[in-house]
């Protein structure tokens, strides 16, 4: 669509990776439309992506704000599809969740060390929390230490230090586990509007800052997937978590790839947008043929380490 609206010819628009399963050409455009094997995403392919063309309409020979316009869109189009599809999940759901505690589990640690019923929770730590799911989140990653917690009790903004809450370890990572019970919200259009905006933001977090823990290490490689593990993982959800739990999955995925493409890697749109934003501040491009080598092998990078992950995730399907 953003190729289109600046004119840029569009050679083949295709859903799914590797060899086509369908495919036709249109007979007003000229763009092919295919269908292919391995469903990992996407691609709009164009003239002048990489080095020069004499085609006019290429991408390579609109203005450097088009270029970052028509790049940065693929990714956006991800986060638009995760939002969609957490609108669909919130507006299923039995009950919306508050950020107000209305009660405690039997000994709850959170409870002994300074929280109340009736307290509305704002921050974890430094984070900001709005729905129930970010709480939960939230405490989940960063309460298996002390920490304080700022909530609106009785009108006024009280922060309750060093609360404790109990953790539990799953595949060696240890997590933390919210001790309370929170009051359900309304459930109209607003509600609706707030959760799956806030959900969407909080799984946009939760993505980010996985990558971050694999980088300094509290995930380590195994917990790195593929198709392969991706597939596996949607399986288990679908026998253990019915529709929602696939249709957030769901999510996760697009938005992950939606973030991971715009990383400022060579190969990636984000790798794309440097050399744009690079070219817009020299006022001149980067020579093309260097930009395509990089391009290159940042792809080569890539495919290896597809492989390597796809050796793993098969690996433990017989383990």
């Not at 189009?77 to 039997?106: E, K, P």
């Not at 529709?243 to 973030?259: C, E, K, S, W």
């Amino acid at each position: 669509m953003a190729a289109r609206k600046f004119g840029v010819t569009v050679d083949e628009f295709a859903i799914g990776m590797g060899p086509k399963i369908y495919s036709r050409v249109s007979k007003k455009s000229g763009t092919r439309y295919s269908l292919r094997l391995l469903p990992i995403g996407g691609f709009v392919s164009m003239p002048g992506e990489n080095g020069t063309s004499d085609d006019p309409n290429a991408l390579c020979n609109k203005s450097v704000f088009q270029r970052m316009i028509v790049v940065f869109a693929g990714a956006f189009m991800n986060f638009i599809l995760g939002i969609i599809v957490m609108t669909v999940i919130v507006s299923s759901s039995q009950v919306l969740g508050s950020t107000t505690i209305h009660g405690f589990a039997d000994s709850a640690m959170s409870e002994s060390t300074g929280l109340m019923i009736g307290d509305t929770i704002i921050k974890v730590g430094d984070e900001r929390v709005y729905v129930a799911n970010d709480l939960v989140y939230e405490i989940m990653r960063d309460g298996i230490s002390p920490v304080d917690i700022t909530v609106k009790r009785a009108g006024e903004t009280v922060i309750v230090k060093d609360v404790r809450f109990p953790s539990y370890s799953e595949s060696g990572i240890l997590y933390a586990a919210a001790d309370f019970y929170v009051f359900p919200e309304e459930k109209n259009v607003a509600n609706v509007i707030k959760h799956s905006f806030y959900r969407s933001v909080s799984t946009i977090e939760m993505i980010w800052e996985s990558l971050i823990d694999l980088i300094t290490g509290r995930y380590g490689f195994e917990a790195v997937s593929g198709p392969v593990g991706v597939t596996q993982a949607i399986s288990d959800t679908a026998k253990s978590g019915g529709i929602d739990g696939v249709l957030y999955l769901v999510v996760v995925i697009t938005m992950n790839l939606g973030l991971f493409n715009l990383l400022p890697l060579p190969a990636l749109d984000g790798g794309r947008l440097m050399f744009l934003i690079v070219e817009a501040v020299r006022r001149r491009p980067v020579d093309p043929e260097l930009e395509a080598k990089i391009h290159a092998a940042g792809i080569i990078v890539l495919m290896l380490l597809m492989a390597f992950v796809t050796y793993k995730d098969i690996s433990k399907l017989f383990v």
